[in-house]
Every structure is written in structure tokens, then in C-alpha cells.
């Protein structure tokens, strides 16, 4: 989270005209203030497998999230400084500077850009549903869902889309497992999330859930930042950039995903 309003409740817009009038909090580019200090703090869920979440073992954040933020910054000669927020502040806090970027699933969108710079896309999905496995019915679309209970992240811009439609009883969850156990005990007729999170969970879920159909365009994935560091955004551009020509990032993509999600999919004739 596949995810601002990246993956749960949307920001409020009086938060975000806030910040526009605000601006950004630190005059100076965050490349320069992160060069000096030597660390960048970077905030993400922490509870969104396979993106970025806590292993059960070493109690350390993982995933795909946090692979990309140390191969990345550490291009830009930088130590990341891993904080967890919920989704539902999370935008919020970046916009009151408590953090400096967020890698976290956020997906890039007009609204979003009208507050945030984003960097290049690293991340491409789709939004899903899931269902469960001893469910008759068969939901095409969001469309097909009128009148049932559909679980999203709070923020997300999957709450987005189950809100965009008339009928269906959105019900939002500040995290994915609290989502799913419901789902699975029927409290909700289904959920929805990103396609990329519904393969891993699908994989190493106990729950009696299956995939279902993908339900909307693809979405473009980025580092989320204040506005005003334009120094910041091109080395981190071509950080990303340069990460995708050697093929390190398709790696730690491969590793999570088996394939490589970092560039959108080829459409097959």
C-alpha cells in the first residue's frame, strides 16, 4: 500500500489547504539538510506485508518498502531512519514535518501532488478484491458490490473508490489483518487492496480467502515529500533511475514479488 487520502482514512481538506497556504516547514533542500545530518527519517506503515512490516523473528522492519528505501538512499549518502505511523496520519505528519519522506505505498495522484512532490514511480499495481473461498457470488466490479460490506484501509485511495460508488457500506480499518479476519468470519462481503498485496497474503494466509477480480487502473507508486527541495527530487530521481538500469531494483522486486513490478506491465497481444 499497493496508498494523499498510498493504502485508509483520507486527509481532510481543511489539512491539506493548510499546507498549501503553509508551505514547506525547512527553507533549505532536503538534500542538503539530509547530507548534513547523515540520516533521512522515513515513515511507513509497518503493518503492510510484503511492503513494510515487522518480522516476526528480529521484531525489524522488512518487506519491499524498506529493501528500496536502504538501496536508494544509500546512493545519496544517507542512513535511513525508519518511523511507523498509521496510514491514517501518516500524510499528515509528513505535512507537519515530523518525518522527512514517506515510502510507503503512496500512490501518486493530482490531489496529492497539489501538496506533495513525489519522485518517479517505483512501484506499479492495481487495486483488488478479495473474497471468500465459500462465497457464491461473483463481484465483476465495484459495481456488483451495491448493497454489501466491503473492508478498505483507512485513507486509502481504495476507500476512495468503494466510496466513489453509490450502495455499497464501506467499512475502513487502520490495518490489513484486522480487515481480512473480518472478511473471513463474514462481517464484510469483501475486501479490497492492492493486487500485489493480495498475492503475498493469499500465499502465506490461513484465512479462507481467494482472490477476486481486479477492479481499476493501474497505480503509480512513489517517495512522498514536502514541496520545495527540487535538489532532493533529482537525486533521488536518478537514484531511482540508475537503480532500475543495473537491475537492483527488479532484484528486490523479484525477491518479494517474483516478477518485477517496478515497471508497469507489458500489455500481452
Avoid at 173 to 188: M, S
Amino acid at each position: 500500500m499497493i496508498s494523499l487520502f498510498p493504502r485508509r482514512r483520507a486527509l481532510a481538506l481543511a489539512i491539506l489547504g493548510a499546507a498549501l497556504v503553509a508551505g514547506p516547514a525547512a527553507a533549505s533542500d532536503l538534500l542538503a539538510t539530509a547530507k548534513a545530518r547523515g540520516t533521512l527519517k522515513i515513515a511507513m506503515e509497518g503493518t503492510y506485508p510484503p511492503f513494510n512490516f515487522k518480522d516476526q523473528k528480529t521484531g525489524q522492519l522488512t518487506g519491499y518498502d524498506v529493501d528500496v528505501a536502504r538501496l536508494v538512499f544509500a546512493r545519496l549518502g544517507v542512513k535511513p531512519e525508519f518511523v511507523t505511523t498509521e496510514w491514517s496520519a501518516i500524510l499528515a505528519g509528513l505535512a507537519a514535518g515530523r518525518y522527512d519522506v514517506i515510502i510507503s505505498q503512496v500512490g501518486i495522484n493530482p490531489k496529492r501532488e497539489l501538496v506533495f512532490d513525489f519522485s518517479i514511480p517505483y512501484t506499479y499495481s492495481s487495486p483488488q478484491l478479495i473474497v471468500r473461498k465459500n462465497d457464491s457470488a461473483r463481484y465483476a466490479s465495484l459495481a456488483d458490490l451495491k448493497g454489501k460490506k466491503v473492508g478498505v484501509g483507512q485513507g486509502s485511495v481504495f476507500e476512495q473508490q468503494a466510496k466513489a460508488v453509490p450502495g455499497i457500506d464501506v467499512k475502513s480499518y487502520p490495518a490489513a489483518p484486522e480487515n481480512l479476519q473480518d472478511l473471513a468470519t463474514g462481517r464484510v462481503d469483501a475486501a479490497l487492496n492492492d493486487s500485489l498485496m493480495v498475492s503475498y497474503l493469499l500465499k502465506n494466509s490461513r484465512l479462507p480467502i481467494q482472490a477476486g477480480a481486479r477492479v481499476g487502473a493501474i497505480e503509480r507508486v512513489g517517495v512522498a515529500f514536502q514541496k520545495g527541495s527540487p535538489q532532493f527530487k533529482a537525486a533521488l530521481d536518478k537514484a531511482l533511475t540508475d537503480a532500475g538500469a543495473d537491475g537492483s531494483l527488479k532484484a528486490i522486486s523479484v525477491k518479494w514479488f517474483g516478477s518485477d513490478v517496478s515497471r508497469p506491465a507489458v500489455a500481452k497481444p
